[in-house]
């Protein structure tokens, strides 16, 4: 079972005993008040191994997301290199498409040179054909004169000549010329598989492309489920958390009779981290540095080294001591009168739920749990539930 749908089974039991819930107008034992606390306690034990989980598997799949958007990156720069390879061989492929044109025109002309030189052979022929066949040694016997023989001897060998070079050139302009066709034709076809190899490849990588931002969205949609789901737990936290105030305040109510309880009596809190002023986000309107989305603080933030000891801010009950969804480690106290004060992120926790505390108590050490970047205390003043600035209260101003 996935930590999504465990998760939502825990949601749907912290539900049911929201409605199962006894109403606290009417007066209760503290054996009743601790059976209740008891049941509250164990579903928020279940939800906090959830949610454990669920942080868990956050981070894994922003881990992913990080690395998938890296690869989808590099996916599209090679797009890109692939791209400019296939306009180098697109010129490649244009400029031997004008070479083949070129070789074609040449071959047209070499072929009609052919042409003009068979038709003087075949003029040639016809004439031998009409005038009657005349060998060589007729022409050189019949002269009439040694100074006949030798031109008649000449000119046949200029005829002989003629016809012989008539045929090399015609045999050398068809060789040359085919032989250049069939060279250029072949580049051409080099170029056009080229061509087609990288198209294909970049295809893959389109394709790639394609299937690397389905993956980010499909990330991007359980990053959702999961932050819906936190929202949830977080509203119901926090309804179980006013809800545990009032069986404390009721069984602090029945435990005055034999000791009084410790409660905040108004004024201004103290500064849970003496000694460390700096404050690196207030209660404010921000981005939040894990998950980047926009969101209200609900609280300050207060870097101090881990293990730094965390001191309550006035005297209450502790009301929560565990890991709690995005605060980690957390220790909440109930001062009374809707007052409450939440200490997130802890390294470790140093009281129990139930402890009663005093002003300047250690209740916690500094830590990174849950959602943070780094060491820092993540303090909220919380009045009626309803979480407010702390400033006024931690100042007296």
Request: charged fraction near 30%; charge should be neutral; hydrophobic fraction near 35%.
């Amino acid at each position: 079972m996935n930590a999504i749908r465990k998760s939502a089974i825990v949601t749907c039991g912290l539900a049911l005993l929201l409605m199962s819930a006894p109403k606290l107008g009417n007066a209760m034992t503290n054996a009743e008040i601790e059976k209740r606390l008891s049941q509250i306690q164990k579903i928020e034990a279940d939800n906090a191994r959830e949610q454990q989980k669920i942080e868990k598997e956050k981070k894994e799949i922003a881990a992913l997301k990080k690395q998938e958007a890296n690869n989808l990156e590099d996916i599209k720069k090679q797009i890109e290199e692939q791209g400019k390879k296939l306009n180098e061989i697109q010129q490649q492929i244009l400029n031997s498409k004008e070479t083949v044109m070129k070789t074609n025109a040449e071959l047209q002309e070499a072929e009609q040179r052919v042409e003009s030189r068979d038709q003087l052979l075949k003029s040639r022929v016809r004439l031998m054909y009409t005038n009657g066949f005349v060998s060589y040694m007729e022409v050189l016997f019949e002269s009439t004169s040694f100074s006949d023989f030798l031109d008649r001897y000449h000119a046949l060998r200029a005829i002989v000549s003629q016809d012989k070079e008539i045929l090399q050139a015609n045999k050398r302009d068809k060789e040359a010329v085919a032989q250049k066709k069939v060279q250029v034709e072949a580049e051409l076809a080099f170029v056009q598989s080229q061509y087609a190899e990288k198209e294909k490849a970049q295809n893959e990588m389109m394709q790639k492309e394609r299937e690397k931002e389905a993956a980010l969205a499909q990330l991007a949609k359980q990053e959702e489920q999961y932050e819906h789901i936190s929202e949830e737990q977080e509203e119901y936290a926090r309804k179980l958390a006013e809800e545990k105030s009032k069986l404390w305040a009721e069984k602090r109510k029945n435990d005055t009779k034999n000791k009084p309880a410790v409660v905040y009596s108004g004024g201004a809190l103290s500064w849970p981290l003496p000694g460390r002023s700096t404050i690196s986000s207030g209660f404010v309107h921000r981005i939040n540095p894990v998950t980047k989305k926009s969101e209200n603080h609900k609280g300050i933030d207060i870097p101090a080294p881990a293990g730094t000891e965390i001191h309550a801010a006035a005297p209450g009950t502790v009301i929560i001591a565990q890991w709690m969804n995005g605060y980690g480690n957390t220790i909440v106290i109930d001062h009374g009168g809707g007052l409450q004060t939440w200490y997130g992120h802890a390294k470790s926790l140093a009281v129990e739920e139930g402890a009663q505390v005093k002003t300047g108590d250690v209740v916690s050490y500094v830590g990174s749990t849950g959602q943070s970047t780094g060491n820092h205390l993540h303090f909220e003043v919380r009045k009626n539930s309803v979480p407010v600035d702390p400033m006024p209260y931690v100042t007296g101003k």
